[in-house]
Each structure stands twice: as C-alpha cells, then as structure tokens.
C-alpha cells in the first residue's frame, strides 16, 4: 500500500515538474525578441497583408494568455499542436525522428557505461599504476575534448581515410558504429574517472580488509564488493547523462548527417518554431522524470541500506 | 582618364572567368558519353523546409524542385524566358494580357493529364487565403483572372502591366503540381511523396533529416529547349543526402562515399582542385548581388557625403581576397553580374580612395579623433552598426563584416559594429530602426523582383528607409516595361542613382554556387540564368 502511495507521490510530482517544464518554456519564448509572425516570414517577403494573414492563420491575434492556457489544454490531451515551419503536425515531426535518437542514445549510454566499467574495474589496484595514469590522461583528454571534434577526427580517420564506416545517415549498424562512440566517449570518460574513484574509496573500507581475511581473491573483492558500493554515485549520473545524450545528439547528428530529435531541436529553436521547442522540452522533461525514478529504484536494488528507510 | 585601366583589368577578369569555364568542357567528357542507368548520391547542404514548390523559400533547395515539378516556361543563358510546358506566349499590347498555349500529351506522375484547367487550379490554389500568403501578395498582385480558352490554351488577365508575371511562370512557385495532389495530399503545404508534378523524376522516399530519394520517370518527354537532351532522365535513381557540415561534405567525397556535392567553401577548394578524379565547378547566382545597404533615415549615413566616405574607405577587393582567398567574383553593382540587367558601366567606376574618404568625413564634420583613434563629430563617434541574423549568415559573412569593419577603421576612423544574433534580436532592431547597415543578397531569376523589395519606398526589405520618387519612377517603369531594352534603360538608370549617385548600397560580392563531383559523373550543369546547380534530368554516371 505504502509502495502504491510512493508511486502515485512520485507521478504527481513528474506531472508538476512537466508542467513547470512546459511553462518554463513557453514563458522564455515569449520573452525573446523578435514574435512569431517575424519567424514565420523568416526571409521571403514580408507586406502587411501576409502578416495579417499569418496572424489569423495561427491565431496569434488572442491574448498570450488564452493562447497559453489553450496550449496546456491541447497538451494534456495529448495533442502537440503544428509546427508553423513545416507546416505538419509536430507528433509527426517528432515522433519519426524519435527512432534514430532513441537508438543512438541506448547505444550510446550502453557503450559508455560499459567502457567505464572494463576501464575503471582494469586501472583499480595497487599494482596497476602506469595503466592507470594512461587512462586517467585519456578520460581527461575525452571528457574535455568537444564531441564536435571527436567525431570529425573519427570520421577522417576511420571513414574518409580507412572506409571502414558510411560517412552518414541512419543506414544500418555500421552507420551507428562512428555516432555511437564519438557519444559514448566523453561519457566513459566521466563515468570511469567517478566509478574509479569510488572503487579506490571502497577498497580503503573495512569490510574490504574482512573480505580479504577470509581469503576472497582480489578480483572477487573488486567486483562482488568494491563495484557495488562504487556503483551509487555512478547511478545518481544517471540524469546528467540524459543532458549529455540529448546535447550530444545535436552535434552528433549534424556532424553525420544523421536523422533524429537533435536536428529538429536545432533547427526549431534558431527559427523560433514554438510548438516543435515546446514539444522537445515537454518530451525532455518526461524522459528526465523517468529516467531520474528509474535511477533511484535503481538505488534501491543495488544499496540494501536504502531498502530499510 | 585613371578609370581606363581598372575597367579593361574587369574585362580581363571577365575574359579569365569566361576561359575557366570552357576550360572544364574536355573534363566532362572524361565520364564519356551519356549512357542511361545507374544510381547517384548527391550530398547536399540544406534540408528543404517544403517539398511543396508553391511553398518555396530557399534558393538553396531549388536543385531540388525541378527533379519532380516543372514550370509553364523557363530560363535560358541569355535571361530570356523561353517554352517549357506552356508552348510559348502572346501579350496584348498594353501588357494586360497574356495567353500561353500548353503543351500536349503531358501527364502529372499520378497519371493525371495536365491541361489548362490543371494551370487554373494551381494558380487558384496559390492565390487561396492563407495557402500561400508570400506568393499571392507579391508575384501574383497584379492577376486579376485566370481563364481556360481551350483544354490547352489558358489565359492570366492583369490589373497592371507587370513583366515580372513571366519571372513567376518560371519560377518554383509557378511550378505545376498535380491538381489531385492539390486536393488529396494528407499535408499539402509540407509535400511529401503524395505531392507529384511532371518532372522527369519522381520523389519516393523522404527521411527527413537524412535524405531525398529520387527514381526516374519512364514516360517523361517535354525537356526544356534548356537541357542537353531528350526523353527520359539517364539516371534509374538519385539519392540526395543532407550533409549539413562542409568538411564531412568535402570527406565523404573524396572518400567516394558520395559522387557530388554542393557548397564547397573556399577553404575546401583546394581539397578538390588538387585531386585528379574530383572536379570543381562554380556559377554565380543571378538575382541582387551581396551588398551592405545604408540606412539614410538618421544620422550619419543621412549625409551623402558620409556614404560616400564609407564605400571609398573600403578596398573590396583586398578584403575580399584575404577572406575568400581569390574565389570570390567582387560585385559593382546591387544587381549580380550575371543578370541581363546588369550595369557594367559601373565597374570601376568607385571605391577604395581613401583620400576621398577621409576628405569627405571632414567636410561632413567629423573632425574630431577619439583614444581610439575613431573620427567624433560633437564628442560622438562615428559609429555605425551591421546586424547580422545568425540563421542566415552564410559564405562567411561574419568574417567578411570583421574584415570590413578593420579595414573602414584603420583607412578612415569609421567604427563598424558588427553583431551576430538571433532572428529576433535582429528582426527587432529592424522595425526599431537601431541598425545603419542592412546586408543582404537575394536569388531572383529577375534582379527587379529583387529590388522591388529592397528599393522600393513600399518594398518589404526597404531597409535603407529610401523613400525616392526617382527611384519608385524606375522600378515601375522597369516591372511594367515589356520590351527587354527599355527594361534594362531603366534599371541601368536605377543602379546609377543607387550605386554611384546616392551611394545608398556598398556592393560587396556576387554570391556563387560550386559543385564539386567525381569525374566519373557527366552532365554536371548549373540552371542558366539562376546560376544554382541544375536538376540531376541531364547527369549520368560513366561505368
């Protein structure tokens, strides 16, 4: 029962964070300069009678506030509105470009936790300094090293030079190879740098020296032991690489020419299409939500100290 | 005499270009001659925002366009308007009336016949409220009624003479669509695969964000008198790939991954001229040429004298070679030396004495030197400001505006602030007058229809804030007057006064396109007069 109350408490603070989220947004769009009807025009001709037009069309002639209100109205039902850009319904525009975002993300995240882990589990000991220092100068070199320039030199290395992998678009698992590591790559980076210094701390710990009395091999130690407890602050990242996902995205599917929510996101916000931004701020904040929840359950299942409270 | 040289040097340069151009001929023959088949990939720069012709909006998109649609008439080389699916054209002598006798036996890709009832429902649709609002209220103002005489003669009356209506039978917007499509298509103004034309290609996929996939009409047999053939498209298929980055356009070309590409910057250039299996062509854009207009509705450039000091303060051409390293073809006038109504007398005639310059703005009162060594009048600046909106900054224009704005200072004290911002920002100090300097190039077919915009009193980009009888007097004049002579007396008369007499613009450059392809790839052409990079109708691939 208490479990049931817990998720309902955790529902109905997602929806006023979604809200807030779609508001947030609206309001910023309302303040930046320059109004709708100027980016609908954008840089074909402009005469008072097309902007009347473009007015009535989209009704921009209504208070900000009932078109605001009516806005909220259309989002619970469900209904993104039209993009006044492209001219088609933005569920549409949004939703087939979900697809390649999707699968690049899961790829993504996916390979770099992984590549965290074997590097992190590999440089943690006493007798692995020199492959720790190596990796520690790659991690910091990946994590400051702009995902822009990560996958340009990927691809004139691996693409244009060698032809080991299709320069771009959504073709296949080969394509997904270069996006996939220029994301995956400053996020093992971070990650390995944060679970390395949490194995460090837990081997420092006196349930390690226990484990070491009763005879546990090294290896066991590390990864039956030293990795869970290393795990938690890991987890709790869990958000920040959503951000880094979704800001990556945009560099890395302009770079390789990639479909997916990135480019539309880029190409709606610097032509001001408010219910493209509007929709990719209101579909962000749910995934966030979401993947922030499944984190601390997550928490729940890895930390039995967290189960008790 | 000091002018002489300089114009035999613009004819030199002229000659040169010329001889480049034939120079490429025995190169395209390296791909042998046409032979039908094959599949090509194109990577593009920009993803159209519409596949709906009537729609248009970016001259970037316009290769596109004529793969599946096609207009009533077309350009050729010389800026003529000539047949495409209308036959020909009659005017009435007082230009009120124009009759256009349509091709026969010509069907949209869905099977529909075009006709004239097919012309009258798309010049109906286009004129629907709220369908096309850019279109009705500027090409189409002056279009009183559409008539269907017979199944295949058709009939536009006017409420003015206007000659630009023929600019607009051959551009994107007057393209025929299906009328079915214009009834049934799920998103009309988006286009899409439901959205189908005559043209010798049929668009059957679209990835947005990824690409445009292309396959031949078999049945298709009414070229322009414009193409190098007849018949159907040699190619079976034709990829277009959005490849926004220039460097990754540049690489997977020389990687093979892809066989042409548009948009090389001059960076890249050396990338394809270097290499023996890539060839690299470019063409200018016809329409108005990229030019710093001068806001004369506020101080200083309200002063003639301080326009004037501002176009002598500035060596183009070395700001122009230390940004674009030689590629870029300088402008003279706001009309792109590719347009029949080019002026040329203008070529030479201004610019770069700094002497002048700085002896102007003293006669203007600006005596003064700040700490900064910038020239004050009354203990203020000589500031001017250049708004750029960064959704349209391209060919590195910010770079050329630094490039300005340290060349105006070092030879005359003149303080150009340049700001890159956001559409609004800019849209804003616009309509609040906070700018002096206007930038800007447009891609007409027809330079008029462009400087009715940016010239006109009533024009919709008139950010200089001109308001010249004179200058109205010309421009009508020009859009009224159907024999091409007096046409071209009249905007030659117009780029005097806006150029030379009022120096109301800076003319900078005249913007090109350039494609780069595998020599393996024969027929790669641009569209006359456009000077964009022309449908894939006429390219093929050598086995």
Partial sequence: MSLLRAVARRVAAGLVVLWAAATAAYLALLAAPGNTVDSIVGDGADTPQIRAQIVTEWGLDRPPVVQ???????????????????????????????????????????????????????????????????????????????????????????????GLF?????????????????????????????????????LDEPFVLTARA?????????????????????????????????GGAVVVEQVFGRPGLGQVTLSAVTSKDMPVVLAVVTLSAAVYVLVNTAADLTCLLVDPRLRRS | ??????????????????????ATTPAAEAAGRPRPGGALTWAVETEPITLNPHQYAQAKARLLVWNSFESLLTYDAQGRPVPWLATGWQTTPDGLTYTLPLRTGVTFTDGTPFDAAAVKANLDKLREPGYAPAVAAVQLRHLKTVEVVDPHTVRLTLTAPDVLILDFLASPQG????????????????????????????????????????????????????????????????????????????????????????????????????????????????????????????????????????????DVDTVLASV??????????????????????????????????????????????????????????????????????RDRRDVLAQAVQAAVKQSAGIDLKVSVVDQG???????????????????????GAALNLLLHSAGGINRTRVADPQLDRLLEAGQAATDPARRAESYAALQQRVVAGQALALPLYAPADQIAASTAVGGVRFEPTAGVPASAYDLWIAR
Wanted: with cysteine; hydrophobic share 45%; charged share 20%.
């Fill in chain 1, 166 to 202: 299709p320069v771009a678009g959504d073709q296949g698992p080969a394509a997904l190879v270069l996006p996939t590591l220029t994301l995956a790559l400053p996020i093992a980076g971070l990650l390995a740098q944060v679970l390395r210094d949490g194995l460090d701390r837990a």
């Fill in chain 2, 175 to 314: 393209a025929q669509v299906s009328p079915r499509s214009l009834r049934e298509a799920r998103n009309l103004k988006a286009g899409g695969v439901d959205v189908v034309g005559t043209g010798p290609f049929v668009l059957d996929r679209y990835v947005p964000g990824q690409e445009l996939h292309y396959r031949r009409n078999p049945g298709y047999d009414w070229a322009p008198p414009t193409a190098t053939h007849t018949g159907p498209a040699h190619l079976d298929e034709i990829t277009y790939r959005f490849l926004k980055e220039s460097a990754v356009r540049v690489g997977a070309l020389t990687a093979q991954q892809v066989q042409l590409i548009e948009g090389v910057p001059a960076t890249d250039q050396p990338l394809i001229t270097g290499n023996p299996r890539l060839r690299l062509t470019r063409e200018l854009n016809s329409g108005s040429a990229y030019t710093y207009y001068l806001n004369v509705s506020h101080a200083p450039f309200d002063d003639l004298r301080v326009r004037q000091a501002f176009r002598e303060a500035l």
């Fill in chain 1, 68 to 162: 605001y209100l009516d806005y909220l109205w259309r989002l619970a039902g469900g209904d993104l509105g039209r993009s006044y850009l492209l001219q088609r319904p933005v569920a549409e525009v949004i939703g087939e470009q979900l697809a390649p975002t999707a699968t690049l993300a899961v790829a993504a995240a996916g390979l770099g936790v992984l590549l965290a882990v074997v590097v992190a589990v590999g440089t943690t000991g006493r007798r692995r300094r020199w492959p720790r220092r190596v990796s520690s100068a790659a991690e910091l070199l990946l994590v400051s090293t702009p995902p822009f320039l990560i996958g340009i030199v990927l691809l004139s290395v691996l693409s244009f030079r060698y």
């Fill in chain 2, 324 to 393: 674009y390293r030689d590629t870029a073809t300088r402008a003279w006038s706001v009309v792109s030396p590719s347009s029949p109504l080019y002026d040329k007398r203008l070529e030479g005639s201004y610019g770069g004495d700094t002497a002048a310059a700085n002896r102007l703005l003293d006669q203007a009162g600006w005596t003064g030197r700040d700490a900064d060594g910038y020239r004050t009048r009354d203990g203020r600046r000589l500031t001017v400001r250049l708004v750029q909106a960064a959704p349209y900054v």
């Fill in chain 2, 425 to 447: 920002t800019a849209q804003q100090a616009f309509d609040r007058n906070e700018y002096e300097v206007f930038d800007n190039s447009r891609a007409d077919t027809d330079a």
């Fill in chain 1, 214 to 246: 009763r005879g546990v091999r090294e290896r066991a130690v590390l990864l039956r032991h030293a990795l869970r407890h290393a795990l938690l602050p890991t987890v709790t990242l869990a958000g920040w690489l959503f951000g880094v996902l979704l």
């Fill in chain 2, 1 to 22: 005499m000091p002018v002489r040289p300089l114009r035999t040097l613009a004819v030199a340069a002229v000659l040169a270009l010329a001889g480049c151009a034939t």
